[in-house]
């Protein structure tokens, strides 16, 4: 197990932002099938962590590399544009904080759906129509809004959207900021449920921003805490935060309100 | 690592463990140094000793939820020997899915997951399908004494003692090679103590090792072949 080849292998990523430091030399290995948590306070680079790891954003310094399909490990900067973008497309997801940023809001809930399917070559009209439906009943959508433009759902209805549109082609590999984030607690609590499922259902890989450590506990395998753009502790989830070592983590853990 | 005794299936070595506080001033609480278990297949031992002497530390440390300053945990896992103090996070996850089963003081609630569907779960992590692991949940569910109207429900509103038999059915469902449970029987009435009993007496049974902290003297003396005194063991002031 020790020796099987990781998903993804991140080594020295640096990135700075002219004479900012927005994160400073990150290195780790994901494996298939784990769950990664990326927390820390706002301003702590998770964020720019994400879009570099996610090839939205090359990094200043650094390898970022992925088990591409027949190819094995690759640099995923090195790779050309289209052939980056049917990544971006097909064996990757990226759920946006903001599902504006992740949806098209002018096109149907169905087509924003089927369109990602159509994008890796699906043609057949009632075929695309009925795997939308049953992406949409996945994520506990009404069917009776498929022909609505998404602009008029709730927040938590496009979260919700988004989460069908990037999983119907079967990623292996999800990257999501803040999936949670705006959402009201019980809009939330369904949401993350859903998502838990999902995760386990499909044995997805996946690398989660957030700043919750509720959100944390319960999606995730295992932690890395950021604060100035460094990674300081890093671990199993319930062991960083049962256990936590280092003193920003412990702020962080203790920080915490109970209800 | 000598293999003296075949049938090991856990080995505490030389661990020691202390939390620093540094929200606190850097306050430095040691809770452990040099500790030494041995625990066979089908063996089952008692952690005990007052509060403080580091009995759920020492629980945690077994299951890699606390981190110890040094020393080792190895846990069989197959024909492999695993060092939870040291593993890679994928390597303990495997091992916790596989090997180590733990039973927890409380229940942590998940939103909206049925009280059946948190039992079967684990066993459904080890492949079982999800209708046979529903099966098997709904039976020790029944066993433990929880109505059969409350297998559809989410734990959250349940009393402190039917979360707890949700927890241990949680822990029960699969046969794990080693259990770690944390005072199962603490909120029960003596009914459902008995049951939890006869479990660990059945779970010894088929070989697995059992390490627990059990506060009821009469739950001790039932289920324990021997006692781990951390007051004497743990070598720190």
């Known amino acids: 197990m020790d020796t099987s080849s990781p998903l993804l292998r991140v080594r020295n990523l640096t990135h700075a932002y002219g004479n900012l430091l927005a994160c400073s030399d990150i290195s780790f290995e994901l494996h298939s099938g784990e769950v990664l948590g990326i927390v820390g306070e706002s301003g702590s680079g998770k964020t720019t962590l994400l879009n570099c790891l996610s090839a939205r954003l090359a990094p200043t310094n650094g390898i970022v590399e992925y088990d591409l399909r027949g190819r094995g490990l690759s640099d995923i900067y090195a790779l050309s544009e289209p052939e980056r973008r049917l990544l971006l497309r097909t064996d990757w997801g990226v759920v946006m904080q903001n599902p504006r940023d992740g949806l098209r809001m002018d096109v149907s809930a169905g087509g924003n759906v089927g369109e990602r399917l159509m994008a890796v070559g699906a043609r057949h009209y009632g075929a695309i129509r009925q795997e939308a439906e049953d992406w949409l009943t996945k994520v506990e959508m009404d069917l009776g809004r498929m022909d609505d433009k998404p602009k008029h759902f709730s927040g938590g209805m496009q979260q919700r959207l988004q989460i069908a549109r990037n999983l119907v082609t079967k990623p292996r590999l999800v990257f999501m900021d803040e999936p949670t984030g705006g959402l009201d607690v019980s809009v939330q609590a369904r949401l993350l449920d859903l998502l838990r499922g999902l995760v386990r259902e499909l044995r997805l890989s996946a690398i989660i921003v957030t700043h919750d450590l509720a959100v944390a506990r319960l999606l995730a395998d295992r932690l890395m805490v950021m604060k100035d753009g460094k990674v300081v502790e890093t671990g199993l989830t319930d062991q960083v935060l049962d256990d936590p070592h280092h003193p920003y983590t412990q702020l962080l853990v203790s920080s915490v309100l109970q209800v | ?237």
């Open chain 2, 1 to 237: 690592m000598t293999d003296d005794k075949k049938d090991a299936v856990i080995r505490v070595e030389n661990l020691s463990k202390a939390f620093v506080l540094h929200v606190q001033g850097g306050a430095r609480l040691p809770v452990f140094s040099n500790l030494n278990l041995e625990v066979a297949a089908g063996e089952s031992v008692a952690l005990y000793g007052p509060s403080g002497t580091g009995k759920s530390t020492l629980l945690r440390s077994l299951y890699a939820n606390y981190k110890p300053g040094s020393g080792q945990v190895w846990v069989r896992h197959d024909d492999d020997w695993v060092d939870m103090a040291g593993a890679a996070p994928h390597r303990v996850l495997e091992v916790r899915r596989r090997t180590v089963g733990y039973v927890s003081q409380f229940l942590r609630v998940i939103p909206r997951i049925c009280s059946r569907d948190i039992v079967a779960e684990p066993l459904h992590a080890l492949g079982a399908d999800l209708d046979q692991a529903r099966a098997k949940a709904e039976a020790l569910l029944a066993r433990l004494n929880i109505p059969e109207a409350m297998w559809d429900l989410a734990p959250a509103t349940f009393s402190g003692g039917e979360q707890q038999r949700v927890n241990i059915a949680r822990g029960f469902v699969a046969d794990y090679p080693v259990l770690l449970l944390d005072e199962p029987t603490a909120s029960l009435d003596a009914g459902n103590r008995a049951v939890v009993m006869d479990l660990i007496g059945e779970a010894k049974a088929r070989g697995a090792a059992i390490v627990g902290i059990f506060h009821d003297d009469e739950v001790r003396e039932a289920v324990a072949d021997r006692v781990f005194d951390l007051s004497k063991e743990r070598a720190v002031a």
